[in-house]
């Protein structure tokens, strides 16, 4: 199990006048998996070829257990790396691309032979052995790319969007695996995704990178709760911002005054809550009641999607389909915002 640090790590290509990665600082516990998640472009794959050792950072340190590795050839960090496009060798079979990295460190063939059988059983690919590459569905080839990384056992597990060329069935299929493996061998793993929800369910901790620059580095559910800016906030699906006031717990809005929940920042801010926080119709009691008027609503089948109007800020709710279901387009709907569901962002 390794810890991993990276301390002040920039990436500036030559000719580019932005970093692509800039002073990024993470500390990555022994043994976790941690999500690098932005949207395309925001400088993921460069920080993992920086901890690989295919990239050499313009500035910064990458450390395993409190040791740079900068000086350290690639193939010697222990740090192995599976990309969204598999990458297998088509000549070979499943089972010399699986033992590649056994074969190259000069193991004995039988050992071999048994590393491999076992490691297909783990990614549950048993008796695949002699088959090539071109014989197998996307998932499968993204098993064997995942197969060949952990029979070297190494101390990293660099896992580059390995689920984006997937269907989304296969994709909840491996990304499950991939939780159960990491759990079972507890290899030190960072995960690059650009999907929010693929980071929430995999990630212990999340680390949210937009132009290059780290966000937010927290848990899952502080992304939600207690989201660092807007901007965060909306990439995790926010939609409700209304500009106001606190002062003293209470948020005075066009919407009305409400009550915050105790520390909530003081002074000019921007008040969010969750769609899904929003109480409504039948569900509507206790504090910060509201009287609001249905501007749309939108049946998804497991709940209820609904733009209401307080004055004059329009709010976006999703609710239970059975507690709106008598409610019409431009009827007076109840609506209560919890304190517990607000957070106040500074502006
Ligand atoms: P992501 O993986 O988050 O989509 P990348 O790390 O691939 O983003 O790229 C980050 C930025 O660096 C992008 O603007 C990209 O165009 C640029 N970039 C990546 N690799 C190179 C390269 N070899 N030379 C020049 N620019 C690059
Ligand atoms: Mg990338």
Same mark, same amino acid.
């Given at each position: 199990?390794?810890?991993?640090?990276?301390?002040?790590?920039?990436?500036?290509?030559?000719?580019?006048? /932005?970093?692509?990665?800039? !002073?990024?600082?993470?500390?990555? /516990?022994?043994?976790?998996?941690?999500? +690098?998640?932005?949207?395309?472009?925001?400088?993921?794959?460069?920080?993992?070829?920086?901890?690989?050792?295919?990239?050499?950072?313009?500035?910064? !340190?990458?450390?395993?257990?409190?040791?740079?590795?900068?000086?350290?050839?690639? /193939?010697?960090?222990?740090?192995?790396?599976?990309?969204? %496009?598999? +990458?297998?060798?088509?000549?070979?079979?499943?089972?010399?691309?699986? $033992?590649?990295?056994?074969?190259?460190?000069?193991?004995?063939?039988?050992?071999?032979?048994?590393?491999?059988?076992?490691?297909?059983?783990?990614?549950?690919?048993?008796?695949?052995? &002699?088959?090539?590459?071109?014989?197998? &569905?996307?998932?499968?080839?993204?098993?064997?790319?995942?197969?060949?990384?952990?029979?070297?056992?190494?101390?990293?597990?660099?896992? !580059?969007?390995?689920? &984006?060329?997937?269907?989304?069935?296969?994709?909840?299929?491996?990304?499950?695996?991939?939780?159960?493996?990491?759990?079972?061998?507890?290899?030190?793993?960072?995960?690059?995704?650009?999907?929010?929800?693929?980071?929430?369910?995999?990630?212990?901790? @999340?680390?949210?990178? +937009? !132009? $290059?620059?780290?966000?937010?580095?927290? %848990?899952?559910?502080?992304?939600?709760?207690?989201?660092?800016?807007?901007?965060?906030?909306?990439?995790?699906?926010?939609?409700?911002? @209304?500009?106001?006031?606190?002062?003293?717990?209470?948020?005075?809005?066009? #919407?009305?005054?409400? &009550?915050?929940?105790?520390?909530?920042?003081?002074?000019?801010?921007?008040?969010?809550?969750?769609?899904?926080?929003?109480?409504?119709?039948?569900?509507?009691? $206790?504090?910060?009641?509201?009287?609001?008027?249905?501007?749309?609503?939108?049946?998804?089948?497991?709940?209820?999607?609904?733009?209401?109007?307080?004055?004059?800020?329009?709010?976006?709710?999703?609710? %239970?389909?059975?507690?709106?279901?008598?409610?019409?387009?431009?009827?007076? @709907?109840? #609506?209560?915002?919890?304190?517990?569901?607000?957070?106040?962002?500074? %502006?």
């Amino acid at each position: 199990m390794t810890h991993l640090s990276i301390k002040g790590l920039t990436k500036r290509f030559s000719g580019q006048t /932005e970093a692509a990665v800039a !002073d990024l600082n993470l500390e990555i /516990e022994s043994g976790s998996l941690v999500a +690098l998640l932005g949207p395309s472009g925001c400088g993921k794959t460069t920080t993992m070829k920086m901890i690989a050792g295919l990239l050499e950072p313009t500035a910064g !340190d990458i450390l395993f257990d409190k040791q740079s590795i900068l000086r350290i050839a690639p /193939e010697r960090r222990g740090a192995v790396m599976v990309f969204q %496009n598999y +990458l297998l060798f088509p000549y070979m079979s499943i089972a010399q691309n699986v $033992g590649y990295g056994l074969k190259i460190r000069k193991i004995d063939r039988a050992i071999i032979d048994q590393r491999v059988r076992e490691i297909l059983e783990l990614v549950r690919l048993p008796g695949l052995e &002699s088959r090539y590459p071109k014989e197998l &569905s996307g998932g499968q080839q993204q098993r064997v790319a995942l197969a060949r990384a952990l029979v070297v056992e190494p101390r990293l597990l660099l896992l !580059d969007e390995p689920l &984006s060329n997937l269907d989304a069935h296969l994709r909840f299929e491996l990304r499950d695996l991939i939780r159960d493996i990491q759990q079972k061998m507890g290899i030190t793993t960072v995960f690059v995704t650009h999907d929010q929800e693929e980071a929430v369910v995999l990630a212990d901790k @999340v680390a949210l990178i +937009l !132009d $290059g620059k780290l966000r937010q580095y927290d %848990n899952a559910d502080a992304y939600y709760k207690r989201p660092a800016d807007e901007e965060t906030a909306r990439f995790f699906g926010g939609q409700n911002f @209304v500009a106001g006031r606190s002062a003293n717990g209470v948020f005075e809005a066009p #919407l009305g005054s409400l &009550s915050l929940p105790q520390g909530a920042h003081e002074g000019s801010g921007i008040l969010t809550f969750r769609p899904e926080n929003v109480r409504i119709g039948a569900a509507a009691t $206790g504090e910060n009641s509201l009287q609001a008027r249905l501007v749309d609503k939108i049946f998804m089948g497991t709940q209820t999607r609904l733009r209401l109007s307080v004055g004059d800020e329009t709010i976006t709710a999703i609710a %239970n389909p059975n507690d709106v279901e008598g409610y019409l387009v431009d009827q007076e @709907v109840p #609506l209560a915002l919890p304190s517990s569901a607000l957070w106040v962002l500074k %502006n």
